[in-house]
């Protein structure tokens, strides 16, 4: 009797080990399926399709033969990251993401589709080759615009890229990373941004208080140089100035959870999506290590990184009078979906802030010749070895073009000086775009 018991508690065994290995299975299978079917055949079926941009310019296309990209080199190169190739060697193009939903593979039957599928997505190529020539070739960065209103990207931009058909050329080191999504950057000034909407919510004087700049600002044993010396500021000014010695005084008087929730509440520190595509997330310090390195982390130095699709967002949010229309790389009829990322007073008074920098300290008739209806923020982000990466990133007031953007070169110094007129150019070209 016992030997019967135990063969028969052998056999349950086994029958629960095959329905859990069936349910492993179709798990996997429904998930992953697609991926398994496409391993050894690039094009089942003879099926084929075609990659445009929001103008139909061709992208890519592939059959069951052969695979192609743009016939213009310049349009290969600087779109590169938002196509990727047919090799997944970069991990956010769109021909590794969208594959099977190009493929119209069917868990059930296949991929049977014989009509070649066409997926448009949101970019502008003309857009992205203005933003790879304004950052320069020789050069490290990324570039992003978006419609704000839509969430419509339209230009994603990543330097040193990569000819996807001159396969024996040599690439650049790092060239497959997308750092537009997938690197994060000291941020330098352009964190004053998140610093100012902690301190609006939860400094209740902030509006009546001003700020002292003698040229640098003490606080306990550490010195925190400014680039000038500003005198008496009030918030405004002080983000005008992009006054380190006030932007000191602010984060303290908000305080290390103020600016932490603040981080983390507008998605600096998570792995934000865009279209099935994900960025890696920011960081800030999340051990309080006293008034001095809060202070550094308020000006956007101390370990804050802020990875650029991130601070994107967060532009787009503020212009938009606090909610984030998400934003979206496929073209679609769908309705614009949006999130409240900021509270309304906050981004408009954020908003207000940043079109009193570009109106009073940018030097529109200079850098910005054309675009009088802006807001926008620079960075220059000390690395510590006598290199700067240069941010600019801010929107148009301009509902007939309402553009957020966000630019960073890598140890290009003064974001004024490097990221502002390769700002202007991709905004010319966005304009120019839209005829």
């Known amino acids: ?38 391993y050894f055949a690039s094009a089942n079926s003879g099926a084929g399709g075609e990659l445009r941009d929001r103008k139909g310019v061709l992208l890519a296309s592939f059959d069951a033969t052969r695979f192609a990209f743009s016939p213009d080199a310049e349009t290969r190169v600087a779109c590169y990251h938002v196509t990727g190739d047919y090799w997944d060697r970069s991990g956010t193009g769109a021909l590794s993401a969208y594959w099977d939903r190009m493929q119209e593979y069917s868990l059930l039957e296949g991929t049977t589709k014989k009509e070649p599928k066409s997926l448009t997505l949101t970019i502008d190529a003309s857009i992205c080759r203005a933003a790879w020539n304004a950052i320069g070739y020789d050069r490290r960065g990324a570039a992003m615009l978006m419609n704000y209103k839509t969430g419509e990207v339209l ?14 050329a040599p690439v650049a080191d790092t060239a497959f990373i997308n750092r537009c999504l997938s690197a994060s950057f000291p941020p330098g000034s352009v964190f004053k941004l998140v610093t100012a909407a902690a301190a609006i919510e939860d400094v209740p004087d902030l509006f009546d208080r001003t700020f002292l700049c003698e040229g640098e600002y003490t606080i ?10 500003h005198g008496e500021q009030s918030v405004e000014e002080a983000l005008a100035n992009s006054c380190n010695s006030a932007f000191a005084q602010i984060a303290v008087a908000a305080g290390y959870n103020s600016l932490y929730n603040h981080v983390k509440a507008y998605g600096f520190l998570d792995r934000l999506e865009l279209d099935g595509l994900y960025s890696v997330a920011g960081q800030y310090r999340t051990e309080y290590a006293g008034d001095p390195e809060l202070a550094w982390s308020g ?10 699709y991130a601070m994107l967002r967060y532009v787009a949010a503020i212009a938009n009078g606090g909610l984030l229309a998400e934003p979206r790389l496929i073209l679609t009829d769908e ?18 802030m940043m079109i009193y920098n570009f109106q009073t300290r940018y030097m529109p ?19 510590g070895d006598g290199s700067s ?6 929107f148009l007031d301009d509902p007939a073009h309402p553009y957020a953007f966000v630019v960073v ?18 905004l010319h070209a966005a304009i120019a775009a839209e005829g």
Not at 155 to 168: E, T, Y
Not at 299 to 308: A, E, H, N
Not at 389 to 394: C, E, M, N, R, S
Not at 409 to 425: D, H, M, T, W, Y
């Open 1 to 38: 009797m016992k030997r019967i018991t135990r063969r028969a508690f052998s056999v349950l065994l086994l029958a629960l080990a095959l329905i859990f290995g069936m349910t492993v299975f179709a798990l996997r299978y429904a998930d992953e399926g697609g991926d398994w079917a496409m």
């Open 155 to 168: 230009a994603m931009v990543s330097l040193p890229s990569v000819d996807p058909i001159n396969g024996d």
């Open 220 to 229: 306990g044993t550490v010195d925190i140089h400014c680039t000038g010396v």
């Open 299 to 308: 000006i956007g130095q101390s370990t804050d990184l802020v990875c650029p």
């Open 335 to 352: 309705p614009v979906t949006e999130t409240r990322l900021i509270k309304a007073s906050t981004a408009a008074k954020l908003r207000e």
């Open 365 to 383: 008739d200079i850098y910005f010749p054309g675009l009088y209806y802006a807001g926008a923020k620079t960075g220059t982000a000390e690395l």
């Open 389 to 394: 990466h240069a941010w600019f990133t801010g």
């Open 409 to 426: 070169i890598e140890r290009a110094g003064s974001g004024l000086v490097a990221a502002a007129p390769a700002a202007n150019r991709i």
